[in-house]
């Protein structure tokens, strides 16, 4: 079991920016995963939207978010940030941070098959 825990989220207003993180107690290495960002909103499947590789050289995003939003990590800190931009009414969704053991350094999938998950963090863009 990996405890991933979200946090970040709020409301916020149309055009405006967020920054989430995805962190692990001290005794979980968050550098052996791989971890991906994903989201939900009301009605509509869970969408991949981010992933970053465990040394933090490789990123990928989906088609929906690419030059909003920027993932990225800090093994020191057991962390991984997902700073979003340019928010809209289509990013509203529960947010959620997944991980993969993987046997890969510097590559990362989005359609992975993740193994642990965070409970999320309710992310509103609203005017």
């Known amino acids: 079991q990996l405890p991933l825990v979200e946090s970040g989220g709020g409301l916020v207003q149309p055009g405006g920016s967020l920054r989430l993180s995805c962190a692990v107690a001290?005794?979980?290495?968050?550098?052996?995963?791989?971890i991906g960002w994903f989201r939900q909103a009301p009605g509509k499947e869970r969408e991949g939207i981010s992933c970053?590789?465990?040394?933090?050289?490789?990123?990928n995003y989906g088609d929906s978010v690419k030059g909003r939003f920027t993932v990225s990590r800090d093994n020191a800190k057991n962390t991984v940030y997902l700073q979003m931009t340019s928010l809209n009414t289509e990013d509203t969704a529960v947010y959620y941070c997944?991980?993969?053991?993987?046997?890969?350094?510097?590559?990362?999938?989005?359609?992975?098959?993740?193994?642990?998950w965070g409970q999320g963090t309710q992310v509103t863009v609203s005017s």
């Open positions: 997944a991980a993969d053991l993987s046997w890969s350094f510097s590559l990362c999938r989005i359609d992975d098959s993740w193994d642990y």
């Open positions: 001290s005794g979980f290495a968050l550098d052996r995963y791989s």
């Open positions: 970053i590789s465990r040394d933090g050289k490789s990123t």
